[in-house]
């Protein structure tokens, strides 16, 4: 999803090696603003205002989304982008840690970043408030009080909504992170995802009785993410009890570890895999490159550098054995796209996330012509 955002969007800057862009679908936003205005008969001057609003209320959404971002950093997970959509932002992190606390602190660290914007501005209204009490000098702050209450109440909503306990808004991360701290994260993700539902389908029905489109618009994008993140959950939850050894690929790329970035980098784009497993002069895995740490290591300028030397992301070997859906858990959390499977002391394949998904589609298709 993250990618199919980035693709239509324009690049506004980056911040923090984080790239910010606009999606097409944005200009919508402006556009009815406008209309909705010109159409109340009001004039172009309120019209540029309401916009300069806009603006200043998706700017309080980056900070949100870099409240994320960097909160996820902490936790050592890294963001692609964040993408700003007509009715928010999304911050693409390269993963969601499957460990609750951590889910906890990278989901409410965007709300309170409006909180804290908020706050702040409501102190230094309240100072000039006790300032003007004492001298009228500052007729000409007005503005300045006006943008200052506008963004007390923006962020003040920006932090309430975001709070709506509707997966996968905020409100419903929170809600699934603490539930997960006391069952099964795919129960947890079944109820928030459930409740996150309802509340869309209210959502939806109040915007189409109130006229309010875009109130509808966002309720029916929180009802589609929510079926697709308890899909995602589900969909993993049909590994358990397969064996690794079922669900492996035994056809997969490795390098050694004395090769060059230049040279993962032609096999890449002779049609490698998304990642490689890196092997040491025994033909023992070392650990694992992706197609992206390549690329970085290509923008550091560092084509010659050894792969042994990147470093490769170390990867705890696993067995043919062992569980697919408990592999599949530490292969999320780790952050891994692969992981490699040994037996007995010899390489027999990898598991790969991009692979399972494969797995689990054919097995749908073959259950799905079974019943007929
Ligand atoms: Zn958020």
Redesign the pocket.
């Known amino acids: 999803m993250a990618g199919a955002l980035s693709r239509g969007a324009l690049p506004l800057f980056r911040f923090k090696g984080i790239q910010v862009r606009l999606h097409w679908s944005f200009i919508a936003l402006p556009l009815y603003v406008a209309y909705s205005s010109l159409s109340e008969g009001l004039g172009w001057s309120i019209v540029w205002m309401q916009l300069a609003m806009v603006g200043i209320v998706f700017a309080c959404v980056v900070l949100?989304?870099f409240?994320?971002a960097l909160t996820a950093r902490h936790f050592g997970v890294g963001t692609r982008d964040i993408t700003l959509l007509p009715i928010g932002?999304v911050?693409s992190l390269e993963r969601m840690p499957e460990e609750p606390r951590q889910e906890f602190w990278i989901?409410v660290a965007?709300?309170a970043v409006n909180l804290v914007i908020a706050v702040l501005s409501f102190i230094i209204v309240a100072a000039m408030g006790l300032v003007t009490l004492f001298s009228d000098l500052l007729l000409g702050a007005t503005m300045f009080t006006n943008l200052l209450f506008f963004l007390v109440a923006a962020n003040l909503w920006l932090f309430l909504f975001?709070l709506i306990p509707a997966f996968p808004?905020?409100g419903g991360r929170i809600l699934r992170s603490v539930l997960a701290m006391r069952m099964p994260r795919e129960r947890a993700t079944r109820i928030a995802a459930g409740l996150g539902r309802a509340v869309a389908i209210l959502g939806m029905g109040y915007g189409l009785y109130a006229g309010q489109p875009f109130l509808a618009l966002i309720g029916l994008f929180i009802y589609m993410a929510a079926g697709a993140e308890a899909r995602n959950v589900a969909q993993r939850e049909q590994l358990r009890g397969i064996g690794v050894a079922q669900v492996m690929r035994t056809r997969f790329w490795t390098m050694g570890g004395a090769a060059s970035v230049a040279e993962a980098r032609d096999e890449l784009l002779a049609g490698g895999d998304t990642a490689l497993l890196v092997l040491d002069i025994a033909g023992q895995p070392m650990g694992v490159v992706s197609g992206s740490d390549i690329i970085q290591a290509i923008e550091q300028g560092r084509s010659t550098t050894r792969l042994s030397d990147l470093p490769p992301r170390p990867a705890a070997p696993i067995a043919p054995s062992d569980d697919a859906h408990e592999a599949t858990q530490r292969m999320i959390m780790s952050g891994l796209p692969l992981m490699p499977v040994i037996e007995a002391g010899r390489l027999v394949g990898v598991l790969e996330l991009q692979n399972l998904q494969e797995y689990l589609r054919l097995r749908r298709a073959e259950r799905s012509t079974d019943q007929r």
């Open positions: 949100h989304e409240g994320h932002g911050a989901t965007g709300p975001n808004m905020d």
